[in-house]
């Protein structure tokens, strides 16, 4: 499990790791992100970071000692059959060596801390391949579909306003209530 050595803060306050994470975007997701693929890994993560705040938005983990471990993001819209809903967590990315270890799920606090500031109430989250972390971190699924011809699953969390982390903390948290 993560120790406390392990920090999540708003990619905003880290853009200089956005070309670290492009090249590592590029090795995961080469279908979207690498030669001829329509997505530019470059931009996206610069979008996250984006200096005023607002969506999208993302957040990174490192060490104590400034090495990065992984990012995600929290965006307006996700996939095309869900656009009534929103904002969803996307982008999740740990980097290989430190998979498994709750890297992955301090992103998702990370995440939650950045839906609280932002002022909503429920965050969403489609997903292939975390949906035993997402299960684990309290979030509830929502539904069941096909997209790009894989089998997704639909998450949503409530972002409510009693704390948990302590004193420093801004106030608010994912409920496990169901929507
Ligand atoms: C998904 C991902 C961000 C999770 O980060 P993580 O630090 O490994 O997550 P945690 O340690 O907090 O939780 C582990 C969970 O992540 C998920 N996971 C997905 N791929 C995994 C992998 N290769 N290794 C470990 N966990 C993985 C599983 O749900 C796992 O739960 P389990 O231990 O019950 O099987 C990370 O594995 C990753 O970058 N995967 C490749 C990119 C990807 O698929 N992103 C998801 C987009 S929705």
């Not at 956005?18 to 610069?46: I, M, T």
């Not at 996700?78 to 290989?96: F, T």
Request: glycine residues 12%; aromatic residues 8%.
């Amino acid at each position: 499990m993560v120790d406390g050595s392990v920090l999540v803060v708003p990619l905003r306050e880290r853009p200089e790791c956005v070309p670290f994470f492009a090249r590592q975007f590029v090795l995961e997701w080469p279908a979207w992100y690498g030669p001829g693929g329509q997505g530019s890994a470059l931009a996206d993560l610069n979008a996250f970071a984006n200096a005023a705040g607002d969506l999208p938005t993302g957040v990174v983990a490192r060490t104590s000692d400034g090495a990065y471990l992984g990012v995600a993001a929290l965006k307006a819209a996700s996939i095309p059959e869900y656009s009534h809903l929103g904002p969803w967590a996307a982008a999740g990315y740990v980097i290989p060596g430190h998979r498994g270890q709750g890297v992955g799920a301090a992103l998702l606090d990370g995440l939650l801390d950045e839906a609280c500031r932002l002022g909503f109430s429920t965050l969403y989250c489609a997903t292939a391949s975390a949906v035993s972390l997402l299960r684990r971190q309290g979030w509830q699924l929502l539904d069941s579909a096909i997209h790009d011809n894989k089998p997704i699953s639909v998450f949503s969390i409530k972002v409510a306003t009693r704390g948990r982390r302590g004193a420093d903390w801004r106030g608010c948290q994912a409920t496990g209530e169901p929507q």
